[in-house]
């Protein structure tokens, strides 16, 4: 199990940005946060939890939802065993809460294939 903390949200205006860190501390499985593969997702009030972006082991491979290419870019330290996700030109329709995820080995899109989450960072954007 890899416990995750997650820190940099906040409110902003349409425009802005934020970036979003996640630390990972490895925990006896023995699965260390540079054999996870990561994601960053989100939760507006009244919805599902959704995929915003996802990162392999080593950031050779991302992933993106269509609505935020361009704008959000996910990165990882691996020696600082820290996710980040770049959120810039934000918009009202990016207001969720945030969380960090990971997975063994394989990079993934879909809430049910991550198996450890942080517990969210609340990001606003005013209009």
């Known amino acids: 199990q890899v416990q995750l903390v997650e820190s940099g949200g906040g409110l902003v205006q349409a425009g802005d940005s934020l970036r979003l860190s996640c630390v990972a501390s490895d925990v006896a499985s023995g699965r260390t946060f540079s054999r996870s593969a990561m994601g960053w997702f989100r939760q507006a009030p009244g919805k599902e939890r959704e995929f915003v972006a996802s990162?392999?082991?080593?950031?050779?491979?991302?992933y993106y939802v269509d609505s935020v290419k361009g704008r959000f870019t996910i990165s990882r330290d691996n020696a600082k065993n820290t996710l980040y996700l770049q959120m810039n030109s934000l918009k009202p329709e990016d207001t969720a809460v945030y969380y960090c995820?990971?997975?063994?080995?394989?990079?993934?899109?879909?809430?049910?294939?991550?198996?450890?989450w942080g517990q969210g960072t609340q990001v606003t954007v005013s209009s």
């Open positions: 995820a990971a997975r063994a080995i394989s990079i993934a899109t879909r809430v049910d294939e991550y198996d450890d």
């Open positions: 990162i392999s082991r080593i950031g050779q491979v991302t």
